[in-house]
């Protein structure tokens, strides 16, 4: 009995050894073979946005921060494999469907998308554009954000382009540069960008917006470097007249900054509006001298009229 049970075991240990010897010859092969597929080609795993929200089960912050991850880390394999990355664009309009509030995601878009091993195509460079319009509208107070896509769409997109699109591409980046530039933030260069916005207007024939803009740079930057070169641009469209009111407007705001609350930023003075006598304002008739308005712009065209 023993000898007989004995040699029952046998066929199953000599298949189960055989089978070991298979798996250890052609597994090398199989995997290299696996990997150079995967080199050569890449392949997109996640459903339509809207499925991909449903499969979440409610985690989309989540699911968007882990696939966020992935796309960051695949950006660096495919660099160093100096292969291109084929969806990242795909991944980051689903991160930014399941969590809008994902600031991340747009402020590295157009560089996970654009900076590859490879030339991009241009449906990279509109993709990178569309994804950077979703962002604004989700931080539209962002000024940091509008300054990544002004100077994304004025100096490195515009060039890439079809030609009869590039002006049009450098001017809505001079309006995105623009727009950081009323914004409130920290980054000392803005005023910097500011200057080169009233450039890209002036080039592309908007020459009362080049005005008007150069007009609030000098009443709201105080860094007299900035101050000159604003000026110096301005001189050069304007007459000598009209520089001297808006040199005369600037210098009326500083007064009345310094003469109501030297204490405040220029951002606060700016929200509270110019100082007035409730009771001396009293009535219609009073109301609309400078001395009653509420807000500085007001206050700074009430004074050109009395002028």
Not at 36 to 64: H, I, Q, V
Not at 68 to 88: D, N, Y
Not at 296 to 303: A, P, V
Request: contains cysteine; aromatic residues 10%; hydrophobic residues 40%.
């Amino acid at each position: 009995m023993r000898l007989s049970s004995a040699r029952a075991w046998l066929l199953p240990l000599g298949l189960l050894s055989l089978a070991g010897l298979g798996v250890h010859l052609l597994q090398p092969p199989l995997a290299h073979t696996y990997a150079e597929a995967r080199r050569r080609e890449d392949a997109y795993y996640l459903p339509g946005p809207d499925m991909t929200k449903l499969m979440s089960l409610g985690y989309r912050a989540a699911l968007a921060d882990l696939i966020f991850a992935h796309v960051l880390v695949s950006h660096g394999l495919h660099f160093q494999e100096k292969r291109r990355f084929e969806f990242v664009a795909s991944y980051i309009d689903t991160i930014t469907q399941l969590d809008p509030s994902f600031r991340e995601p747009y402020r590295l878009a157009d560089t996970l998308i654009t900076m590859q091993p490879t030339a991009p195509t241009l449906e990279d460079y509109r993709e990178a554009r569309r994804i950077q319009a979703r962002g604004l509208e989700a931080f539209p107070y962002d000024q940091e954000l509008w300054l990544i896509a002004g100077q994304y769409l004025a100096y490195i997109a515009a060039n890439w382009v079809p030609e009869n699109e590039r002006s049009a591409w450098r001017l809505d980046g001079a309006q995105k540069l623009a727009r950081s530039c009323e914004l409130i933030g920290s980054n000392q260069n803005i005023p910097h960008h500011c200057i080169t916005a009233a450039t890209l207007f002036n080039e592309a024939g908007k020459r009362d917006v080049v005005r008007g803009f150069l007009e609030r740079v000098m009443a709201v930057s105080d860094d007299p470097e900035i101050q000159a070169i604003a000026g110096s641009y301005l001189g050069r469209m304007v007459n000598e007249a009209e520089r001297d009111r808006v040199d005369q407007r600037s210098k009326r705001f500083r007064a009345a900054w310094q003469k109501d609350f030297t204490f405040v930023s220029r951002e606060a003075i700016t929200l509270l509006g110019p100082a007035f006598d409730p009771a001396r304002c009293a009535g219609l008739a009073a109301s609309g001298s400078a001395a009653c308005v509420t807000s500085f712009r007001t206050w700074g065209e009430r004074l050109d009229q009395e002028d």
